[in-house]
């Protein structure tokens, strides 16, 4: 985990190094909210593994040009249970490369009582931390929205045995900038 910290702080001094060069993915505009479809799938220590379709909520601030500090929030209501959370909080960074195309690279952290599973969100008293990290593009439509794809790859550890497992996302929604 201390690795994957220093990974992280890494690329995050390296692209901010760079942030002169760059801008936000829409001008003039400082936030973003985006949603998703994610083709989740996670594979346990044993080899098992489950596939299902997730859908994040996301609220970004540009904070300097096409540095974005993102909030992201999943939900996992499974039947006759009550109501479990994963909270993130991403730094990501956003390149423009063409008028329309924005490929971005992000990484963050995030704590929750339950994963991004209905058949494993079920111990409501547990603490779950996450770190996650993710690349992927925005393609612009319009003055203020685009349709963003991206990967992520999420760590998980918690109390249990059961909580340590890794999962590997693919986002595609869409963004609206204001």
Known sequence: MKKSVRIFTLIFLVFAFFGVAFAQPVKNKKFEFSTSASLWNVKFKGGESETMINLPIRLGFFVFKGLEIETELFLTIPEDEDLGFLLLGNLSYNFKVSEKLVPFILGGAGYGNSEQSYSLAFDYDSNIFALNFGAGIKY????????????????YSGEYDWFDRTDNNIFVGLSIFF
Do not use: H, P, Q
């Open 140 to 155: 612009l439509v319009g003055n203020s929205a685009a349709i963003r794809i991206d990967y992520r790859f999420t760590k």
